[in-house]
């Protein structure tokens, strides 16, 4: 199965993230982004966390101020989604410490990376915790390393 | 420039908002007469920023007042303010007859904002300022109200922070009232910052 899109959402309507690994154009993301935000913002905290959406699926799930949303196509498990949403949170959580919407606004290349490692072409690439936290805490040392160097 | 506009009707705690979100803001009170009050400077810090807001507030008496404010704000000589703010806090009380259609009206100014700016800025997706409504109580509000409001709120895309209640957190872990509103500013994409390092 594969993940069309993965959008992160805050409580006020605001993109903190969006991740596509379908071909669209510009236009028809900015289109889609402005539909979900009205469709999911829409939507009170006890009803249905998945709903029919064109042609696919939109899975969806908050955390704090944030929305995940994640669309699939309509033969692919909605609750495996639900489970790489978490996944997903839970390795920002461990990566940046107890991780709040500041910390992903400042820090979204940290999000992004972390995203990378886990789901490639929409797919779960790498199921181990640690492994996805290994490699991101290793380019970050790369990335400190460099930076002494120019300083030299 | 960061700037905001608290409006609301007379005495609906607007200076005791500011006041707990930012302490010894004002020797102002919501009893005198705030109508066109600026503070400027007020100081905001985060871990990743800092920077300084300058929150301009109104009031207005009654509903009929509030939809000549909207309409003065939405007209075309009134472009220059929509560009220059960064958000609109309306503040309401739980027993205001008229929530819904003040709510309606908010929504309006929210929307000519946006298109306002996604005018200016073809290739941005959004307006990033606040859409909030506060709503407070001095008694006890009924849940079907609250439900009422808060759904009409969410369909018109405005934020609502409730801050009748008295607990800054809620059921599923999330922040509410005070410590939500001051989410909300810190979360803001405001033009003049200081980012620290």
Not at chain 1, 99 to 104: A, G, K, N, Q, R
Not at chain 2, 145 to 157: I, N, R, T
Request: with cysteine; hydrophobic share 40%; glycine share 4%.
């Amino acid at each position: 199965m594969a993940i069309k899109y993965l959008i992160m959402l805050s409580k006020q309507g605001k993109v903190r993230l969006s991740k596509w690994y379908t071909v669209i154009s510009q236009k028809e993301k900015l289109q889609l982004i402005k539909e979900l935000t009205a469709i999911v913002l829409n939507r009170k905290a006890k009803m249905c966390n998945v709903l029919e959406y064109k042609d696919h699926k939109i899975v969806y799930r908050r955390y704090a101020s944030l929305f995940f949303i994640a669309g699939i196509d309509v033969d692919d498990n909605e609750l495996l989604t639900l489970e790489i949403i978490h996944r997903y949170v839970e390795q920002m959580d461990k990566a940046y410490g107890n991780v709040c919407e500041l910390d992903i606004i400042f820090n979204f290349q940290k999000a992004y990376h972390i995203l990378d490692e886990l789901l490639l072409d929409g797919t779960l690439q790498e199921s181990s915790k640690r492994e996805v936290l290994r490699r991101v805490g290793q380019q970050d040392q790369y990335e400190l390393e460099d930076e002494l160097d120019t300083k030299f | 420039m960061n700037r905001v506009i608290i409006v609301g009707q007379k005495k609906t705690a607007k200076i005791a908002l500011l006041r707990s979100l930012f302490e010894g803001v004002t020797e102002r009170s919501d009893g005198d007469d705030n109508s066109g009050l600026i503070l400027s400077n007020v100081p905001l810090s985060t871990r990743y920023y800092s920077c300084n807001l300058d929150f301009m507030v109104d009031e207005y008496d009654d509903s009929k007042e509030w939809e000549d404010w909207c309409e003065e704000i939405l007209s075309v000589e009134a472009l220059e303010l929509r560009e220059a703010i960064n958000g609109i806090i309306f503040i309401f009380d739980f027993s205001s007859k008229s929530i819904l259609q003040d709510l309606t009206k908010l929504s309006k100014v929210y929307d000519q904002i946006e298109q306002d700016f996604l005018l200016r800025n073809k290739d941005s997706i959004q307006w990033e300022g606040i859409k909030l409504a506060v709503g407070f109580s001095r008694s006890p509000v009924a849940q079907q109200l609250l439900d009422e409001v808060y759904d009409a709120s969410l369909e018109k895309g405005i934020e609502l922070v409730d801050l009748s209640i008295a607990s800054q957190e809620n059921a599923y872990g999330e922040a509410t009232g005070i410590r939500r509103v001051k989410e909300i500013l810190e979360t803001c994409s405001w033009p003049d910052v200081v980012k620290l390092r």
